[in-house]
Every structure is written in C-alpha cells, then in structure tokens.
C-alpha cells in the first residue's frame, strides 16, 4: 500500500465514527463525483493523450457503480416490499437524496458521450448518454418538484444545504441536454432538447435560489450546521457552478436556432451570468471550507456525505473550462481567469476524489453491515 493511502486510512481510522446507510438514493454520490471526474479529464484528451487511461478507467468504476447500486437497491426494494423500514427513502427528509441519483446517471451519461469515442464506444456513446439522460432527467424533475411540494405543505425542520440535492439535478440536465443535442441529425429534436434543457436550467434556479437563501440564513440566525452534515455546505457550489456551464453551454445550442445578429446577445448574457457566478464562488468555498475544516477538527463521522468534497468542485471546474473557452472572450483576461480556475478546481478534484475513495473502501471494509 502506499504512502499516501497509508496516510489518509491512519487519518480517517482516528476515533472517527462511520455511518453507512443501507443501499439507496444516498450512496450514488460516489458515482456524481466519478462521472465528473471522468468527463473533465476525458475533454483533454485530445491534448493529453495519456488522459485517455485515467478518464476511461474512472468511466469504468463509474458504471461498474451505477449498476451494482441500481441492481441492488431494486433487489433490496423488491425483497422487502412489505417492511415499512425498506420505504425511508419516500420519506420527505430523504427527498434530496434522490437528487444523487439523478445526477449519477447524468454524469455517467455525459463521461461516455465524451470519452466513450476515444476507447471504441463511438457507436453507443450517444444512445447511451441519451438514455442516461432521460432517466436522470426524469428522476430529478421528479424529486425538485416532490421536495418542494413537502417543503410548502410539511414540517420538514431548519432547511441547510442538504436540501439542494433536490434541485442541483434539473441543472446537470440543462448541461448536459445542451451538448448532447449537438449531437442530433433531428433539427426537431434538437429544439425539443434546447427547451426542455432551458426550463430544466430556469427551475434549478429559482428553487436553488430560494433553497439556498433559506439555508445560509437559517444557519446565520438560528442552528449551526451539525458536525455530522459539515460537508453539505459544498452542495451550494454545485449550482454555482453548474449553472455557469449550463448558461454557456445553452448559449453556444441556441445558436443553432437564433439569427447571427441575435446569438451574439446570448453569449454575452452567458459571459455575463458566468462572471457574476464566478464571483458567488468566493463566499461559498469560504464558507464550505470553514465548515469542512471544523466538522474533520471535530471528528467528522465517515458517511456517503463525504463525496460532497467532488462533485461540486468539479462542477465549478467545469464552469470555469466552459467560460474560458467561449469564443468571443478568446485571448482575454477574462478568458485567463476563468481557465486558472477551471483547471485549480480540477486539480482539487483529483486529490478530494482520491480522498473519498480510499476513505469509503476503508469504511466499507471496516464499518458497521446492515440487513435492511
């Protein structure tokens, strides 16, 4: 074993608690950070060639993940149809948790699109992200609009960062939808896909909005976030960040449609909306970072919850990558900007994934089994 690994288990193994949830909705957030990470090292290969092994490996631990989780969460439903303890996850507090899972399919969707033509998957990678998106778009319009309907007509206690779970899915759907369109013959069906994937990216924002504001002012006026649930503070960049690809990549699709004089309206209010994103990164790493560093000072107990330090970092690498990228801001120091903090977030993605990984197999092996 090395070194390193050697290093973060000693670390992870000091008098730290370990909670593992029985298989469901919560345990696919493994499989967000690893689709993501795989996706954003798979769009420099054509740079890197060598990128090719790491990203097609990380593809392949991904789904290998995706579907041990969907199989065994489904036998573990159809095994226990009548205990009332197999349907907690119908409860309205687990409600965001179904965001995970949304997005796992997504990611996995959008990594095989990019990487799948560089290891000989050129003839499934668009069928295949096609059908991962439908179902990890279906999955999260499903769990915004439910968690938000119990959040209006149920008690569910102070909202914190959790809850936006719930919404960060419709926007990896206006992502994704957006590139995967391009990919169309159908002009028809390239449009279809543009407007869903703009009222997915509409309805992520204004319920993350209003999730968000609840949750930082809760936590300022009334309870701190609990040790247990630190590392939800990071949920809140993933909106950050995802809606910054989203916009960009929305914009550069809507060209298809719009007339040369109008399209350059919407790549500026893209560059626009990215820079004011950019800059509501500041605040929220601050504060994610604050609560990481005194949830692991205090003991932070191992849980699924730890694959929050991926996927909102690395949604934000992808922002940055999308903006700096945009044409018309080409050479600029804008442009500058936006790929220094494209490939910053990147490079932390790798050690925080690095991080979850060896973490969750060492609790795995060590913590407590389930039967239910």
Same mark, same amino acid.
């Given at each position: 074993?090395?070194?390193?690994?050697?290093?973060?288990?000693?670390?992870?193994?000091?008098?730290?608690?370990?909670?593992?949830?029985?298989?469901?909705?919560?345990?696919?957030?493994?499989?967000?950070?690893?689709?993501?990470?795989?996706?954003?090292?798979?769009?420099?290969?054509?740079?890197?060639?060598?990128?090719?092994?790491?990203?097609?490996?990380?593809?392949?631990?991904?789904?290998?993940?995706?579907?041990?989780?969907?199989?065994?969460?489904?036998?573990?439903?159809?095994?226990?149809?009548?205990?009332?303890?197999?349907?907690?996850?119908?409860?309205?507090?687990?409600?965001?948790?179904?965001?995970?899972?949304?997005?796992?399919?997504?990611?996995?969707?959008?990594?095989?699109?990019?990487?799948?033509?560089?290891?000989?998957?050129?003839?499934?990678?668009?069928?295949?992200?096609?059908?991962?998106?439908?179902?990890?778009?279906?999955?999260?319009?499903? /769990?915004?609009?439910?968690?938000?309907?119990?959040?209006?007509?149920?008690?569910?206690?102070?909202?914190?960062?959790?809850?936006?779970?719930?919404?960060?899915?419709?926007?990896?759907?206006?992502?994704?939808?957006?590139?995967?369109?391009?990919?169309?013959?159908?002009?028809?069906?390239?449009?279809?896909?543009? /407007?869903?994937?703009?009222?997915?990216?509409?309805?992520?924002?204004?319920?993350?909005?209003?999730?968000?504001?609840?949750?930082?002012?809760?936590?300022?006026?009334?309870?701190?976030?609990?040790?247990?649930?630190?590392?939800?503070?990071?949920?809140?960049?993933?909106?950050?960040?995802?809606?910054?690809?989203?916009?960009?990549?929305?914009?550069?699709?809507?060209?298809?449609?719009?007339?040369?004089?109008?399209?350059?309206?919407?790549?500026?209010?893209?560059?626009?909306?990215?820079?004011?994103?950019?800059?509501?990164?500041?605040?929220?790493?601050?504060?994610?970072?604050?609560?990481?560093?005194?949830?692991?000072?205090?003991?932070?107990?191992?849980?699924?919850?730890?694959?929050?330090?991926?996927?909102?970092?690395?949604?934000?690498?992808?922002?940055?990558?999308?903006?700096?990228?945009?044409?018309?801001?080409?050479?600029?120091?804008?442009?500058?900007?936006?790929?220094?903090?494209?490939?910053?977030?990147?490079?932390?993605?790798?050690?925080?994934?690095?991080?979850?990984?060896?973490?969750?197999?060492?609790?795995?092996?060590?913590?407590?089994?389930?039967?239910?």
């Amino acid at each position: 074993m090395r070194t390193e690994e050697k290093r973060i288990i000693n670390y992870v193994k000091q008098q730290r608690a370990i909670i593992l949830p029985p298989m469901g909705p919560a345990w696919f957030s493994s499989v967000m950070g690893t689709g993501i990470l795989s996706n954003l090292l798979g769009r420099h290969i054509h740079a890197q060639p060598w990128l090719i092994v790491p990203s097609a490996f990380l593809l392949g631990v991904g789904a290998l993940l995706l579907t041990l989780y969907t199989y065994s969460y489904c036998a573990r439903w159809i095994k226990n149809t009548n205990n009332i303890r197999s349907k907690r996850h119908l409860l309205p507090a687990v409600d965001p948790n179904w965001g995970t899972v949304s997005m796992g399919y997504l990611s996995i969707g959008a990594a095989l699109l990019t990487v799948g033509p560089h290891i000989g998957l050129s003839s499934i990678a668009v069928p295949g992200d096609t059908i991962l998106w439908w179902i990890g778009t279906l999955i999260g319009i499903i /769990t915004n609009f439910s968690f938000m309907a119990h959040a209006i007509f149920r008690h569910l206690g102070q909202p914190v960062p959790a809850w936006g779970l719930a919404v960060v899915g419709p926007m990896v759907s206006a992502t994704t939808g957006a590139i995967l369109l391009t990919h169309y013959a159908c002009l028809g069906m390239q449009f279809f896909i543009l /407007t869903l994937s703009f009222l997915c990216f509409i309805i992520a924002l204004v319920n993350g909005a209003i999730i968000f504001a609840l949750a930082y002012g809760s936590h300022m006026r009334f309870n701190k976030l609990p040790t247990a649930v630190a590392l939800s503070a990071w949920i809140p960049l993933g909106v950050v960040g995802q809606s910054t690809a989203a916009a960009v990549a929305i914009a550069s699709s809507s060209g298809l449609f719009l007339t040369q004089l109008a399209h350059p309206y919407a790549t500026h209010m893209a560059i626009g909306y990215g820079c004011i994103m950019l800059l509501t990164a500041i605040p929220v790493i601050a504060f994610a970072a604050r609560q990481t560093i005194s949830g692991f000072a205090r003991n932070l107990p191992f849980s699924p919850g730890w694959w929050a330090l991926t996927f909102p970092i690395g949604t934000l690498a992808l922002g940055g990558a999308f903006l700096s990228e945009v044409p018309m801001i080409a050479g600029t120091l804008l442009a500058t900007i936006a790929s220094i903090i494209g490939w910053a977030s990147l490079t932390t993605l790798c050690f925080t994934w690095t991080f979850c990984a060896i973490a969750s197999l060492w609790a795995v092996k060590n913590g407590p089994r389930t039967t239910n």
